[in-house]
C-alpha cells in the first residue's frame, strides 16, 4: 500500500504528518518511510534513524572531444540552452544540462563524451524497524527529477509486499516533483489547515489529484473547531479522514524536532488515523471507489 502525503502549500504539517503516520505503522507491519522533498527533506530531524547508506545520484553532461567541427548541431537540438558554439568554441553549461544525451546523438563526428557529475544524495537508515529513506538535492541544483527517480528506484527494491506500507512524503506545492512523488499511490492525503490560504492551496492540489485520477483523503491539521475546510470537503465530497487539534504542546514537540508518537495522547490519535486510513484504502480497493 503506497500512501503520499501532500500540501498545497509549505507548513501546514505535511512531515509531521507522514512521519508520525509512518511511526503508527511501523510496529505492526513492515513501513517504509520515504522523504520526496528533496529541495528541503526535514523528515530524518524527527526520526533520527540510523544512517546505514548514502548513494550519489550523478547527472550526465557533455564534454565535448577535439574530433568537433563546430558545426552547431548539438547546440540546435539542445532543448535547455545547455551549449553553444561561439568563436570556434563549444561552450558547455552542466548546470543547465538534463542529461537527455541528444547531444551525442546528433553529433555527426562522435566529438561529445559523456560524463558525470553529483547532483545529489540518497540516503537510507533505520528507527525501530521503520526504513527510512530521503533524497537531498545538493546545495544550488534545481535539478530535483534525477533525485526523485533515483528515490523511486530505491523504493521499489524495498518494497516486497502487499502488505507493507510505504509512506511518500512528497514536496509541498503542485510542481512536476509533486506528480513524480505522489503517482502510483493507492491514496493521497492532502493535509490542509483551516485558513483561507490552506483552503486556496487545497482547492488547488485537489484539483491536481483529479488530473492525476488518483484516489486521496483530507487531513485537516491545526484544527480550530472552525468549519471551512469541512464545509469544503463536504460540498465537494471529499473525504475528511481525520483532524490533528491546534494545541501548542505539538508546537513545543515539534520545534525540539521529537516526534509526537513519543507522547501518549499524541500516540493514540495518530494510531486512531493510521487504522482509519488503512480501512480507506481498504475499502475503496474493494469498493474500485474513485473520487
Ligand atoms: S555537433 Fe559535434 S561536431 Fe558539431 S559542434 Fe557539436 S560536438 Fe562539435
Ligand atoms: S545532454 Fe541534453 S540537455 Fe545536456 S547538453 Fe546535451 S542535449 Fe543539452
Not at 510542481?175 to 493521497?188: N, W, Y
Request: charged share 25%; glycine share 10%.
Amino acid at each position: 500500500m503506497r500512501l503520499a502525503v501532500l500540501s498545497g502549500k509549505g507548513g501546514t504539517g505535511k512531515t509531521t504528518v507522514a512521519v508520525n503516520l509512518a511511526l503508527s505503522w511501523a510496529p505492526y507491519r513492515k513501513t517504509t518511510y520515504v522523504d520526496y522533498d528533496v529541495e528541503e527533506p526535514n523528515g530524518f530531524i524527527f526520526l533520527r534513524p540510523q544512517i546505514r547508506d548514502t548513494s550519489t545520484v550523478f547527472l550526465p553532461y557533455p564534454e565535448i572531444n577535439k574530433a568537433c567541427t563546430f558545426c552547431g548541431k548539438c547546440s540546435e537540438a539542445c532543448q535547455y540552452h545547455a551549449l553553444a558554439v561561439v568563436g570556434g568554441k563549444v561552450l558547455v553549461f552542466p548546470e543547465l544540462c538534463h542529461g537527455c544525451g541528444t547531444c551525442g546523438i546528433v553529433c555527426p563526428v562522435g566529438a561529445v563524451d559523456e560524463v558525470e557529475r553529483p547532483l545529489g544524495k540518497i540516503d537510507e537508515g533505520e528507527r525501530d524497524g521503520l526504513l527510512c529513506l530521503q533524497g537531498v538535492l545538493k546545495e544550488g541544483e534545481s535539478l530535483a527529477g534525477p533525485v526523485i527517480r533515483g528515490l523511486h528506484r530505491r523504493e521499489k527494491e524495498h518494497s516486497s509486499s502487499l502488505e507493507e506500507i510505504i509512506v511518500a512524503d512528497c514536496p509541498p506545492g503542485s510542481s512536476c516533483s509533486v506528480i513524480h512523488s505522489a503517482e502510483g499511490s493507492d491514496l493521497a492525503i492532502l493535509v490542509t489547515e483551516p485558513t483561507l490560504f490552506g483552503l486556496h492551496d487545497l482547492k488547488i492540489a485537489v484539483g491536481l489529484m483529479r488530473e492525476m485520477g488518483l484516489d486521496f483523503g483530507v487531513i485537516q491539521n491545526k484544527d480550530d473547531q472552525g468549519t471551512l475546510i469541512q464545509e469544503y470537503c463536504a460540498q465537494e465530497g471529499i473525504t475528511l479522514l481525520g483532524s490533528i487539534p491546534f494545541d501548542l504542546e505539538i508546537a513545543k514537540i515539534y520545534s525540539r524536532g521529537q516526534s509526537l508518537m513519543q507522547d501518549r495522547k499524541w500516540n493514540d490519535l495518530f494510531k486512531t488515523l493510521g487504522e482509519r486510513i488503512v480501512t480507506e484504502v481498504k475499502q475503496r480497493k474493494t469498493e474500485g471507489e474513485i473520487i
